[in-house]
Nanobody
Framework: QVQLVESGGGLVQPGGSLKLSCAAS???????MAWYRQAPGKQREQVAR???????NYADSVKGRFTISRDRAKNTVYLQMNSLKPEDTAVYYC?????????WGQGTQVTVSS
């Protein structure tokens, strides 16, 4: 079973940037991968996904601000987040597309606040 470890979250002011990483315990390039987030009291939502061919897709709420990428050699998926807003505050997770194939990791907390 592939294990996923998310990192890179933190506290940032509005307008700031963060880069999240999701390291897989072994190769996951056979599958499209996605970043999800879950804010308190809300359902988990997908914010970005990247296919095996490198094509990407974003939720309207993050389009133009977030960039998903993956490094095959490092079995890692990244999420570059720019122009962060308070509404981006959430725990961020990565996994395959739904229905997910891997056990959810612990996530990484992103808090956008002045």
């Amino acid at each position: 079973q592939v294990q996923l470890v998310e990192s890179g979250g933190g506290l940032v002011q509005p307008g700031g940037s963060l880069k999240l990483s999701c390291a897989a315990s072994r190769s996951n390039f056979a599958y499209s991968m996605a970043w999800y987030r879950q804010a308190p009291g809300k359902q988990r939502e997908q914010v970005a996904r990247i296919a095996t061919d490198g094509s990407t897709n974003y939720a309207d709420s993050v389009k133009g601000r977030f960039t998903i990428s993956r490094d095959r050699a490092k079995n890692t998926v990244y999420l570059q987040m720019n122009s962060l807003k308070p509404e981006d505050t959430a725990v961020y997770y990565c996994n395959t597309l739904l229905p997910v194939r891997y056990t959810w990791g612990q996530g990484t907390q992103v808090t956008v606040s002045s």
